[in-house]
């Protein structure tokens, strides 16, 4: 019998890679640019006839399962190339929360978070919005007031299973969430896949690419139970 059980909660890099809905802003502000469509392609494939198999990959920093750094928010913030490797390795702590809007100060407050903690959120967001290419339905993400809360508790990380850990609505709460936890050096975990996965205590493996002076890097997250 294994000793160890795993749970690979990283989506897949494909042709079908997750994208945010867009952000309705108001009239006074402009749009950001559009984003380049990603793609992951095969340019040769021995199964029909070439010698090799290669594929191109075409994407942002912050498609698939990945990491920001504190750069994508923070001016002068550190790069995901000199993030330390603790900070994605380790003891963690999978939380499976119960309301269907927002992860709330309230539901936390009896699992006593404690400084350093990797912390890792299961919603009813698992797997249901990863179905499609751009999921435009409500998901649980976390509020400003919540993020305040863990920043005061000094975690370590956050994860949660969607694209982004704020809402996209009001417009103004998806950046003071990540302010909040970038600002203070806590790295931000989005887009994981719990399904399947029992709340609970872990050890998690994960390393992202190690882009120079990157804002944010794709990875692979294992937990092993």
């Not at 890099?13 to 992951?40: C, D, G, T, W």
């Not at 920001?68 to 994605?88: K, Q, R, Y």
């Not at 963690?92 to 309230?106: R, S």
């Amino acid at each position: 019998m294994a000793k160890y059980q795993y749970f690979d909660v990283t989506l897949p890099l494909n042709e079908m890679i997750r994208v945010l809905p867009e952000m309705k802003l108001p009239p006074n502000l402009k749009p950001p640019p559009a984003n380049p469509p990603s793609s992951v392609y095969r340019i040769q494939d021995v199964n029909k006839g070439d010698p090799v198999t290669m594929a191109r990959l075409e994407l942002i920093s912050h498609d698939g399962t990945h990491i920001d750094a504190p750069l994508h928010f923070i001016p002068g913030g550190s790069t995901i190339d000199v993030m330390p490797i603790e900070t994605t390795n380790g003891p963690c702590h999978v939380i499976e929360i119960k309301d269907e809007k927002d992860i709330t100060v309230k539901e936390l407050e009896p699992y006593k978070i404690k400084a350093g903690e990797r912390i890792l959120f299961k919603t009813k967001n698992s797997p249901h919005v990863y179905d499609v290419r751009q999921y435009n339905g409500p998901y649980v993400a976390i509020t400003p007031e919540t993020a305040d809360y863990l920043v005061a508790r000094k975690i370590r990380l956050v994860g949660l299973d969607y694209l982004t850990v704020g809402h996209m609505e009001p417009t103004d709460a998806i950046n003071k969430v990540h302010k909040a936890f970038l600002g203070n050096g806590i790295y931000i975990l989005e887009a994981l896949n719990l399904d399947g996965v029992p709340a609970g205590k872990y050890e998690m493996m994960c390393l992202t690419l190690r882009i120079e002076n990157g804002d944010a890097g794709p990875c692979r997250v294992i937990l092993r139970k």
